[in-house]
């Protein structure tokens, strides 16, 4: 089963609108980290947050992890039209190894 | 260079064929990695590779065979696919993690190898 669900499955707003995407997951984890990928193409690494920390800024991007309730959020402040892609959520098992696994992903289209 | 790149970049094949993907990167990472996604799905963790050594292989068919000659380099041999294997085939590494656990710090991903079996 998978580690990290998100939703919405999918979003759309205005061009200087926020965009808000949730992930849950089931298990205990290291960081739980939040990639972007274009249509097609490989994915890009946004943010990374550990499991001692609740809240992490880069940019326009404010991620938070509750781990009580196995929970993150990515805000997008001020979207543009080149935020349109898939959102992944993915999460690092506190077992150890490499085993990282994806969240269902959030596709966000923003209009111009 | 932060840059991890993928040949070929689409590739169309039979079910007799056999062929091959090729991974590298020149950042110093000693885990490698393969993903298989599928449209509208994510990523799917297929092997791993920590110091040259297979560290991990979440029960792939024996039809996909994955190969790590050295440090930079990482490839996928594929031979009998079958139609429900076309796919995006994704390469990433990862430096060695911190205390926290190995292998658990940012993948950089190449723009992945499109697949389509006949």
């Known amino acids: 089963s998978q580690q990290g669900e998100e939703d919405p499955q999918a979003l759309s707003i205005q061009e200087g609108e926020n965009a808000t995407m949730n992930c849950s997951y089931k298990t205990s984890i290291n960081n739980l980290q939040w990639y972007r990928q274009n249509s097609g193409r490989g994915l890009v690494h946004l943010i990374l947050i550990r499991s001692n920390e609740r809240e992490k800024h880069s940019g326009r991007l404010r991620v938070t992890l509750d781990t009580s309730k196995k929970s993150s959020s990515l805000l997008i402040t001020a979207s543009r039209a080149a935020d349109t892609a898939s959102y992944f959520c993915a999460t690092g098992g506190r077992a150890g190894g490499f085993k990282t696994i994806f969240g269902a992903g959030t596709r966000l289209f923003v209009k111009a | 260079d932060t840059e991890v790149t993928q040949t070929p970049k689409h590739l169309v094949m039979g079910m007799t064929n056999k062929k091959s993907l090729k991974c590298e990167q020149h950042?110093?990472?000693?885990?490698m990695y393969w993903y298989k996604q599928k449209a509208k799905k994510p990523p799917e963790l297929m092997f791993v590779?920590?110091?040259?050594?297979?560290?991990i292989n979440e029960s792939v068919p024996s039809r996909f065979s994955p190969e790590c000659p050295n440090s930079s380099l990482l490839n996928l041999h594929l031979h009998a696919l079958q139609p429900e294997d076309s796919a995006l085939y994704l390469c990433?590494?990862?430096?060695?993690?911190?205390?926290?656990?190995?292998?658990?710090?940012?993948?950089?991903f190449g723009p992945g190898t499109r697949l389509l079996v006949l």
């Open positions: 590779y920590s110091y040259e050594k297979l560290s």
């Open positions: 950042m110093g990472h000693r885990a």
């Open positions: 990433a590494s990862s430096s060695p993690g911190l205390a926290g656990g190995p292998g658990h710090e940012t993948q950089y």
